[in-house]
Every structure is written in C-alpha cells, then in structure tokens.
C-alpha cells in the first residue's frame, strides 16, 4: 500500500504498540532553559540518567539578552535558569552550546546550521516550534516537560498516531510573496485551529522551489494552524543543505543516509485523512490585524469589521482582536502606524531573512519615531552577516544590530513592547501580550517589517524595490 | 501524580476562544525552575488590574471584571471554556498553574494538542464535548449561582445538575493512567528490552542514528 512520508517514518520509530498508543522512538531530543529545569530535577529525584546524551542538545535561548553578554545576565531569576541548563548539562554529559559559544543561538535555527536535524527523524523539543524542523523531512514536534523527562529517561515518547493532512499549494506565487506569506496565508484559510490533530505535509511547486531557509519558515508556523508538526519531503535541496555540517553523517555513511533519505517522499497514490488545496497566485504580502495568526489579510486589504463574519465564535475572537489591538473596522492596512519593528526568532531570524530585510533597507532610513532592531538566530548567522556586511546596511539604516536569542518574539529577555506599542514583527505569534503586556503586534515577512521600517506604517515592500 | 476518578465540583466560565498558554501564564513566570507556586499568576494579564510585567505577585488589585474574580466562582474546580483552548506556546508551565489554582478538569469544545497532552501529564481532565452541549452549559452555568458538574471518568460522562448527562471519548490508554495515577516513565522503563532491541536494529540500518563527531565544514 503506498504510504505518505509521514506513515514511513512514524512506522519506522514505532518501539512497541499497544492499544493504539505507540512507544515512539526519539532520535534527537533539543533542549533550552525554559522547558527542562524541572525534567532534569525530576530525572536527579528519582535516580535516572539521561538514556542517550549523544542524541541530545542543549542550548539558552528564551533568557539570553541581546545586548552586550560579556558581564553575563543581568536579572538574577533568567541567569539562574541559564545557569541551571550548563549544570545539568554537565551532570548529565549533553552537548550544551553555552551562551558565548560562537555557535549559540536559536534551538531552531543551530540544530540545522550544525547538521543535528536530519531527514527521517523523529525530533522533539519542549518548545511549540520544533515543527521547523520538519523543512528536512522529519517528524518533529513540541513537547510539555513531563515529555521532556520521559525522552530524557527512555529516548521515547508514547503517541497516539496522528491523522495525516496535506496542504498543496497551488499557482505561482506573485513576485515577492515570501515563505511567511505562503504559511500566513494558509492559517488563513484553515484557521489557527485547522491543523489540530494532524501533521501537515506541504506540498506543491511554491513548496519544492523554496531554498531550506524557506521551507524551515514555512513549517516553523504549522503549529500555529494548530497541527501537531508540519514537513517537507526531502529533496536535492535538502541534502545540499546538510552535507559538510559538523554534525552531519560523512563518508560513506553520508552516502548510505542520502540513499535511505531518497526513499522518504510519499508514494505515488498514497493518500492523507485531509487534502487542502491553498491557491497562493493571487496573494499580496501578508499582514495579521488580529490576535491569532488566522487573522490575516494582505497588505492592500483593510481591518475586517468582525459583524461580517457569520460564525459567532469567530465574531466574538475578531470583536475581542480589534478592541485589543486597537483597531477600527474598514482601516486600510496600509494607513496602520507602527513604531517598533523587530526582525529574528526561529520563523524568520536566518540568514536569508536577513539578506532579504537587508535588501529592503539598504540605502534608507528608519522612520522617525520607529524603533526598529535585527536579532540573528544564531551566532553564526550573526557572523556571516557581518562577513556580507548586512549589518553595515542596517546599522547605516538606523535599525539595531543585536546578538542572537528569542529576543522579542516572546520577550522573556529585556527586549519587549511598552503598553499600546504597536509592532511590526516577523515572529510567528500575535497573541495578546506576547511581546509585551498591551503590546500590539502584526506578523509580517522580513522584507514587510523593513518596509514597515523606513516607512512607519504597512507598506507593500515590493513598491520600494 | 494524583489519580482522577470523580470530581464533584463548582464550575467557571471563560467564554472566549482561543485561549492562548501565554494567556494562561505569560513569560515571565517561565523564568522558574520549580513546578509549584504558580497559581497566583494564572490569566495574570486578565486577573489582576495594571499587572505589572515583572511577574511581581504581592499587593495586586484583581479586577472585578476577570470572571474568575467573580465570587460566586471562588472555589471552581472545573474550567468551562471554548474552543482550541490551550493554543499556542508548550509550556506546561499552564497546566501547573491550573493546577495550582485548583482546577482538575476543564471542559471545552476543543483543545490545542500539546497542552492537551499536558494536562494527563498533571492529573488535569480535559473534557471534548461538542459545542452545542458546551455552549448549553455556558447558559446554565450563567443563569445558576452555584452552578456545579460532576465529571465521572470510570463512565465519561459529564453529569448536569438536571440528572441529564453528557458522554465524552477518552483514548483508554489515557484514561487508565489518569485513574490509577500512573508513573509513564516508570512503565516505558519496564520496555527497556524492547527499547535496547530496537536500538541495535536501528543502529545497524542506519549508523547515522548517532551523531557523527562536530567536524568538517
């Protein structure tokens, strides 16, 4: 029977079943300070060792502030927590990447630059956005903490198997339609709750013609469709990424593993619980007004008046989104001041991201009255920006150049939105006080939020090229 | 974990979709390293007026328009809420704050899957009903000070006040564990054997299971 990547490689993992439950087997377990201090506790309080520190990783993320670390973390309560992931992961002999290794950044944007994230694989992360991993062709998913000290103690997880859904995007998306177009866009249409239960497969011509970076983008936000992981089949583009990084298979393991890998699209004919077809050849840049990232429109479009919707609940979500955010219904997008900007996390914070704001604000200043800052994924990101002198573009431009971490995204660390400030971002949740209590954010690509940058309101990037 | 058999109890209404966990508990109550004390700072930025974002917890002021400010809702041990609650962010960071505020069970026309899951990792009952039947109980629970459920997990039903009840789907693995408490850890490390066998296959078929030493590029 033909069967769907995401069928081979959950039958691939599976230790033992029963009554539909499956011990599923882990191959990479990533970890950060926010999600692990009480798993490693509860491992210590009960005697158990970590089953395979060599497939598992550690990193500070969430804390790390973004601004000058030489004197180390200044709030006492976010350095303890950094501090207890490098004891931990001493105790416990995994490879912790410290807050000044040069490799530091992101969990989702270093598990792919070092070759940890490969293709087939099953991978975890007490964090929502371990669905980014997907891009390479792997079965990758957020998990609580109590998962988190259940891989730690066993290298398994005991799932129920998930539906199967696939998004094809269809068309030829319109010149200077982003990756985070493409996946605003298909929440969109599904809704922030569309997913839930599923992985999503992304399929389609837009899908195959995306660099790694694009693809990591796109199923980044599968999750905020609410599926439980999104992915990409692995292709020639995929193994071009992988190959020569530090943690990739090399020789010829490397070429027995591209063999394997080769082997991992779905069949021809095989079928998903759920088919849903996304034309992108009619979109413009995408624009959230709201506080769910289904609550979105393009950049010419206007603030929808919420008595349009015909569905109670999502009337009464639109009412509560515009009284929150502060908008008026019939407000053309385009005519929305911003005075914040961030551009990073592990949706848009790699190098391409960059080149792409880069492009954008090159030769231009950042608006009066914005602030506006750049947040690389990663310390390597940071570094090769440098070395092509995007930093220079930027810093010339007005916007802040600023050392890697989650940053703004979630704000944990001292970057965050004073009350009632409203903020272009290219972070992948709007929801009510995320960035900041009051805060008021909309998602946008990288190219947008420069755009939004050296204008001080939505503008369509592509009329600044 | 405490096992969860039968809760007889107050029920409080959140009537809005969507609850997001950085609602549930923002960020800066994520900075801890203990699991226990966080009840204080559930729907924090809702509870409390002019919450302070530095996840201060002493001398605020709750306003009286949170619903669970409300004092005929002191003492809810169940959640009525709407749809995809739980949305958002893996914390489990939000269900320890339920729990810690007392709430066992939450029952809601749908769930986000992480926190889905991380409820039975805490002893928390979520409870899938469809709307119809939730948004019948938003009503009651609205026209009736007092308003309380009994869940019994045993016949998953939801029994009314009116002696009428409502059944709900539980996964039986799910279900057993939440009856008897049960440590997972302690009964995936009884499959050690099964765990080590599969290893050794995999390692075989594909050697690339393990990391290969940092090197090259």
């Known amino acids: 029977m033909p069967r769907t990547i995401i069928d081979k490689i959950w039958e691939n993992h599976v230790v033992t079943e029963e009554n539909g439950t499956a011990l599923l087997y882990i191959d990479r377990h990533l970890v950060h300070e926010v999600t692990s201090p009480q798993a490693f506790e509860g491992l210590r309080i009960a005697g158990r060792k970590v089953r395979r520190p060599e497939l598992t990783f550690a990193v500070p993320d969430h804390n790390v502030p973004t601004t000058d670390r030489s004197r180390g973390i200044a709030d006492p309560v976010s350095a303890l927590q950094v501090d207890t992931l490098a004891d931990n992961a001493r105790h416990f002999g995994v490879t912790h990447f410290a807050m000044n290794d040069p490799r530091q950044g992101i969990v989702h944007v270093i598990a792919p630059e070092q070759g940890i994230t490969l293709p087939g694989q099953t991978i975890v992360c007490g964090d929502s956005h371990t669905a980014t991993h997907g891009a390479f062709g792997s079965l990758a998913f957020g998990i609580g903490t109590s998962e988190v000290e259940h891989v730690l103690a066993t290298q398994t997880l005991a799932q129920s198997r998930p539906r199967t859904m696939e998004i094809r995007l269809v068309g030829q998306p319109p010149r200077g339609i982003t990756p985070k177009d493409l996946i605003l866009a298909v929440i969109g249409q599904i809704g922030a709750a569309g997913g839930t239960g599923y992985v999503i497969e992304f399929t389609g011509d837009p899908v195959r013609a995306l660099s790694m970076e694009g693809r990591m983008t796109l199923c980044n936000m599968a999750i905020e469709a609410g599926a439980r992981a999104g992915l990409v089949a692995p292709d020639a583009t995929t193994f071009a990424y992988i190959k020569g990084r530090?943690?990739?298979?090399?020789?010829?393991?490397?070429?027995?593993?591209?063999?394997?890998?080769?082997?991992?699209?779905?069949?021809?004919?095989?079928?998903?619980?759920?088919?849903?077809?996304?034309?992108?050849?009619?979109?413009?840049?995408?624009?959230?007004?709201?506080?769910?990232?289904?609550?979105?429109?393009?950049?010419?479009?206007?603030?929808?008046?919420?008595?349009?919707?015909?569905?109670?609940?999502?009337?009464?979500?639109?009412?509560?989104?515009?009284?929150?955010?502060?908008?008026?219904?019939?407000?053309?997008?385009?005519?929305?001041?911003?005075?914040?900007?961030?551009?990073?996390?592990?949706?848009?914070?790699?190098?391409?991201?960059?080149?792409?704001?880069?492009?954008?604000?090159?030769?231009?200043?950042?608006?009066?009255?914005?602030?506006?800052?750049?947040?690389?994924?990663?310390?390597?990101?940071?570094?090769?920006?440098?070395?092509?002198?995007?930093?220079?573009?930027?810093?010339?431009?007005?916007?802040?150049?600023?050392?890697?971490?989650?940053?703004?995204?979630?704000?944990?660390?001292?970057?965050?939105?004073?009350?009632?400030?409203?903020?272009?971002?290219?972070?992948?949740?709007?929801?009510?006080?995320?960035?900041?209590?009051?805060?008021?954010?909309?998602?946008?690509?990288?190219?947008?939020?420069?755009?939004?940058?050296?204008?001080?309101?939505?503008?369509?990037?592509?009329?600044?090229? | 974990m405490d096992a969860f058999v039968t809760l007889d109890a107050l029920a409080a209404p959140l009537d809005r979709a969507n609850v997001d966990t950085d609602a549930i508990i923002p960020k800066q109550f994520l900075k801890t390293i203990r699991r226990t004390g966080l009840g204080v700072a559930l729907f924090y930025d809702w509870r409390y007026k002019d919450a302070p974002s530095d996840g201060r917890t002493e001398g605020l002021v709750p306003d009286p328009s949170f619903v669970l400010n409300d004092p005929r809702y002191k003492g809810a041990r169940i959640l009525l809420a709407r749809e995809n609650f739980g949305c958002g962010s893996s914390r489990e960071h939000a269900p320890w704050a339920l729990l810690d505020y007392g709430f066992r069970a939450i029952v809601a026309p749908s769930f986000a899957d992480i926190f889905y899951n991380n409820c039975f990792k805490n002893g928390i009952l979520p409870v899938v009903l469809p709307a119809d039947h939730v948004d019948r109980l938003f009503r009651e629970v609205a026209a009736t000070p007092g308003y309380r459920l009994t869940i019994d997990l045993p016949s998953q039903k939801v029994l009314l006040p009116s002696k009428e009840s409502f059944s709900f789907s539980i996964d039986p693995v799910r279900k057993n564990h939440l009856l008897e408490g049960l440590d997972e850890i302690g009964l995936a490390e009884k499959k050690a054997p099964l765990i080590e066998a599969y290893e050794k296959r995999r390692q075989e078929r594909e050697p690339w299971l393990v990391p290969a030493a940092p090197g090259g590029r």
Not at chain 1, 254 to 260: G, T, Y
Request: charged fraction near 20%.
């Open chain 1, 246 to 465: 530090p943690y990739a298979p090399k020789g010829e393991t490397w070429e027995k593993a591209v063999a394997a890998w080769k082997e991992l699209p779905s069949d021809p004919g095989a079928t998903y619980d759920k088919t849903v077809l996304v034309d992108v050849s009619a979109l413009s840049p995408q624009v959230t007004w709201g506080t769910n990232p289904g609550q979105v429109v393009g950049v010419d479009g206007r603030v929808p008046d919420p008595e349009s919707f015909s569905d109670a609940v999502v009337r009464d979500s639109a009412r509560k989104a515009l009284a929150y955010m502060g908008l008026t219904p019939g407000t053309p997008l385009a005519e929305i001041p911003v005075t914040r900007i961030f551009i990073g996390s592990c949706t848009n914070g790699r190098i391409e991201d960059l080149r792409a704001a880069a492009r954008v604000a090159k030769g231009r200043k950042v608006a009066p009255g914005v602030s506006a800052m750049v947040v690389p994924g990663s310390g390597l990101v940071r570094t090769q920006a440098e070395q092509e002198g995007l930093h220079t573009i930027f810093l010339e431009a007005g916007f802040e150049w600023r050392e890697p971490g989650c940053s703004m995204c979630l704000g944990m660390n001292p970057d965050q939105l004073a009350p009632f400030e409203r903020c272009a971002s290219t972070s992948n949740r709007n929801f009510e006080g995320r960035q900041g209590k009051n805060g008021r954010t909309h998602l946008v690509s990288p190219e947008m939020a420069a755009a939004a940058a050296v204008s001080g309101r939505f503008v369509d990037h592509r009329t600044l090229a």
